[in-house]
């Protein structure tokens, strides 16, 4: 079964920017969209962004909209979570994954999730 793959976590100042990758293990991507999710111990997995394949039409948490930007590269199976303006608020293990819907927000209706990329923000 495919897998995403994120990278580009770490450990970043408050305010600044970090930029975090996802792209399926060895195959193409074959969902309609893709969504970034982030999860704090003991909490429920959180919807960050989305976007939906074909035509690139994002839409996303109020928590982090105009601070955050997903966006995807069709020729290289990839997409990005470009996060600015960066707060503690913002630390997580950060999944992207897959689903066969065009707008959902619910981690029920996606797949292939990732292992997770972790970065903390630190004030």
């Known amino acids: 079964q495919v897998q995403m793959v994120e990278s580009g976590g770490g450990l970043v100042q408050a305010g600044g920017s970090l930029r975090l990758t996802c792209a399926p293990s060895g195959r193409t991507f074959s969902g309609n969209a893709m969504g970034w999710f982030r999860q704090t111990p003991g909490k429920e997995r959180e919807f960050v962004a989305g976007?939906?394949?074909?035509?690139?039409?994002?839409y996303y948490a109020v928590s982090v909209k105009g601070r955050f930007t997903i966006s995807r590269d069709n020729a290289k199976n990839t997409s990005y979570l470009q996060m600015n303006s960066l707060k503690p608020e913002d630390t997580a293990v950060y999944y992207c994954?897959?689903?066969?819907?065009?707008?959902?927000?619910?981690?029920?209706?996606?797949?292939?999730w990732g292992q997770g990329t972790q970065f903390t923000v630190s004030s």
């Open positions: 994954a897959a689903t066969s819907s065009y707008i959902n927000t619910s981690p029920r209706e996606f797949y292939s």
């Open positions: 976007i939906t394949w074909a035509i690139g039409m994002t």
